[in-house]
């Protein structure tokens, strides 16, 4: 039997890189999937497409998580078309990489109100909306554990993910596990662009395995999150870096 057999599960900003890649996973291993997005909606389109290729069951719904209205019809659309939500996956965020010093008011706004807001508002209703014994899964980045430079309001974004995560672990109750996936550098259109080889060669060199993770290496893991075999954890930051930190 599939391991996510009969599960509805919702994915934020799952049109493209790591998101795109953990909801075709999750479709693969018997899920339904919510592909979620907010601007991208051919790519939203694309990604269905290849999931019901595969002969997957997905829907692609339209939210900008850092829109409380929004993410209330997110949640609201998906339980009135499939019954329910078992799983959440908040995997929508920005980055924008200057030192801080350089940052704008607006780019700390909006890192803030994606990477934190987003989950606060998801969080908020799954409370009451997610079903009983459920699975949530906050994407946050190993880049917490990192002094990187021009990476300052970013990793600040995704510590609060991380407490916010160990924080409502303890307040939700119902059988719901509530954990962090950490990832390092991975491979994504997004990441690679503007970046030197150089650059992503010492990246590469930081971990055990001497090159960058490819999404499929962290969908792996969000597929077990996502099922009742990892229902004994909760509350904790699965690092997924190849020994990076």
Same mark, same amino acid.
Request: glycine content about 6%; overall charge negative; charged content about 25%.
């Given at each position: 039997?599939?391991?996510?057999?009969?599960?509805?599960?919702?994915?934020?900003?799952?049109?493209?890189?790591?998101?795109?890649?953990?909801?075709?996973?999750?479709?693969?291993?018997?899920?339904?999937?919510?592909?979620?997005?907010?601007?991208?909606?051919?790519?939203?389109?694309?990604?269905?497409?290849?999931?019901? $290729?595969?002969?997957?069951?997905?829907?692609?719904?339209?939210?900008?998580?850092?829109?409380?209205?929004?993410?209330?019809?997110?949640?609201?659309?998906?339980?009135?078309?499939?019954?329910?939500?078992?799983?959440?996956?908040?995997?929508?965020?920005?980055?924008?990489?200057?030192?801080?010093?350089?940052?704008?008011?607006?780019?700390?706004?909006?890192?803030?109100?994606?990477?934190?807001?987003?989950?606060?508002?998801?969080?908020?209703?799954?409370?009451?909306?997610?079903?009983?014994?459920?699975?949530?899964?906050?994407?946050?980045?190993?880049?917490?554990?990192?002094?990187?430079?021009?990476?300052?309001?970013? $990793?600040?974004?995704?510590?609060?993910?991380?407490?916010?995560?160990?924080?409502?672990?303890?307040?939700?109750?119902?059988?719901?596990?509530?954990?962090?996936?950490?990832?390092?550098?991975?491979?994504?259109?997004?990441?690679?662009?503007?970046?030197?080889?150089?650059?992503?060669?010492?990246?590469?060199?930081?971990?055990?395995?001497?090159?960058?993770?490819?999404?499929?290496?962290?969908?792996?893991?969000?597929?077990?999150?996502?099922?009742?075999?990892?229902?004994?954890?909760?509350?904790?930051?699965?690092?997924?870096?190849?020994?990076?930190?």
């Amino acid at each position: 039997m599939e391991k996510l057999e009969n599960k509805v599960i919702i994915v934020t900003g799952s049109s493209r890189g790591i998101g795109k890649e953990i909801a075709i996973q999750l479709a693969k291993n018997g899920a339904t999937v919510i592909v979620n997005y907010s601007n991208s909606a051919e790519e939203a389109e694309e990604t269905i497409n290849t999931i019901i $290729s595969e002969g997957g069951n997905a829907l692609a719904i339209k939210a900008d998580v850092s829109d409380k209205k929004d993410v209330t019809n997110l949640f609201d659309k998906t339980i009135t078309t499939y019954g329910k939500v078992d799983v959440l996956i908040n995997n929508a965020g920005i980055m924008i990489s200057k030192t801080i010093k350089d940052n704008t008011e607006e780019d700390f706004t909006k890192q803030f109100d994606i990477n934190v807001k987003g989950i606060f508002y998801t969080l908020q209703e799954a409370y009451d909306k997610l079903a009983d014994n459920g699975n949530i899964i906050n994407i946050s980045s190993s880049t917490v554990k990192l002094m990187f430079p021009t990476y300052a309001l970013y $990793s600040a974004s995704k510590a609060a993910v991380e407490q916010m995560t160990r924080v409502f672990s303890k307040e939700i109750g119902r059988g719901i596990s509530v954990n962090a996936l950490a990832p390092g550098a991975t491979e994504t259109e997004l990441f690679l662009n503007g970046k030197s080889q150089d650059f992503i060669d010492k990246l590469s060199s930081m971990n055990a395995f001497n090159r960058l993770a490819k999404p499929i290496d962290i969908a792996k893991i969000a597929v077990f999150l996502a099922s009742d075999d990892s229902k004994w954890i909760s509350g904790q930051v699965i690092g997924a870096n190849g020994a990076l930190v």
